[in-house]
């Protein structure tokens, strides 16, 4: 199959933006570019969106699991008739239809509260819609010398009469480290609730961060801010140590997209390990200070 990446920038004079999509790895990026789109509004967003979409019948649409796209998303889906999947952690392309020319989307998401991950087609109805958490996909490299084409759309306003008027945008404060961005993550589980000073320890040797699962912040152990998982934050860092995390569905949607995962666990049937690049059964207690022992002797 061979299927074109379109981009959709949607905003004001923002034209100059079109080639950083192509870098990112767009084949073509539509933009509209409109005084009414300076601002971010459901209204006109939407409008503008739905018709781009009627106009060049894209078999699927894709957008950002944010706060702005799960408002976005679910608005152009109503009117357009079509299914839509929210916060997916995977999807693939069902091979047995692909080899018919058709590219049919296997979405998953977590469901039932994050207890089980459900896989959603939408088979009759087209675009395929989705939108996809933070950090579930690496972003590749960008190439400065990649060329797409360039199409400027101008939506045809049945209304420019906003219903919602925004007054004040206040900037939210941000406290302490953003773990979304961090390369290195230590996480730790209710396994590790009596020793997070030493987990601490192997996050500060190795430059990284500290972070937690539900379990940990539940019992007041670590801040809501570092939590991973279904409830808390998406992460994909280059390495994401596990300790004492037994591997439940709702924190593993959470970093199972990190480049490599080790974990410690002394329960050797933890569910942790099914997707675990390097597993370590054994007693936090032993396993960290050796850990800690061995970065500094590798410094050395």
Same mark, same amino acid.
């Given at each position: ?38 601002g ?32 976005l ?20 392309i069902?091979?047995?239809?692909a ?60 209304? @420019?009469?906003?219903? !919602?008027?925004? &007054?004040?945008? /206040? #900037?939210?404060?941000v406290? %302490?480290?953003?773990?979304?961005? +961090? ?21 500060e ?25 279904? @409830?808390?934050?998406? !992460?994909?860092? &280059?390495?994401? /140590? #596990?300790?004492?995390?037994? %591997?439940?569905?709702?924190?593993? +949607? ?24 390097y ?22």
């Amino acid at each position: 199959m061979n299927f074109q990446v379109v981009g959709v920038l949607l905003g004001h004079n923002i034209k100059d933006k079109a080639n950083d999509v192509i870098a990112h790895g767009a084949d073509k990026v539509i933009v509209v570019d409109d005084a009414l789109l300076e601002g971010y509004s459901t209204q006109f967003y939407a409008d503008a969106l739905t018709q781009v979409i009627n106009s060049f019948k894209p078999d699927s649409f894709l957008t950002g699991a944010t706060v702005l796209g799960r408002d976005l998303a679910p608005r152009v889906a109503a009117r357009l008739n079509a299914g839509l999947t929210a916060d997916a952690t995977k999807i693939e392309i069902d091979q047995e239809k692909a080899k018919d020319g058709e590219a049919l989307l296997l979405v998953t998401r977590p469901t039932f509260g994050g207890n089980l991950f459900g896989t959603i087609v939408c088979p009759d109805t087209r675009p395929q819609m989705a939108t996809i958490r933070p950090n579930v996909f690496s972003m590749d490299a960008v190439d400065a010398s990649r060329t797409g084409e360039v199409v400027e759309f101008t939506p045809e306003w049945t209304d @420019t009469d906003p219903k !919602v008027i925004v &007054k004040e945008v /206040i #900037a939210k404060v941000v406290e %302490g480290v953003d773990i979304t961005k +961090a390369d290195i993550l230590v996480g730790a589980g209710r396994g590790a609730e009596d020793c997070l000073d030493m987990v601490q320890a192997v996050a500060e040797e190795l430059g990284g961060e500290l972070c937690a699962s539900r379990a940990v912040v539940d019992d007041g152990f670590a801040d809501k801010a570092i939590q991973v998982g279904q @409830t808390g934050k998406t !992460v994909g860092p &280059k390495l994401y /140590i #596990a300790c004492g995390i037994s %591997g439940a569905i709702q924190h593993v +949607a959470g970093m199972s997209g990190s480049d490599t995962i080790v974990a410690i666990n002394k329960d050797p049937d933890a569910p942790i390990f099914q997707i675990a690049d390097y597993s370590v059964v054994g007693d936090l207690k032993l396993v960290i200070p050796a850990l800690i022992k061995e970065i500094k002797e590798s410094r050395k």
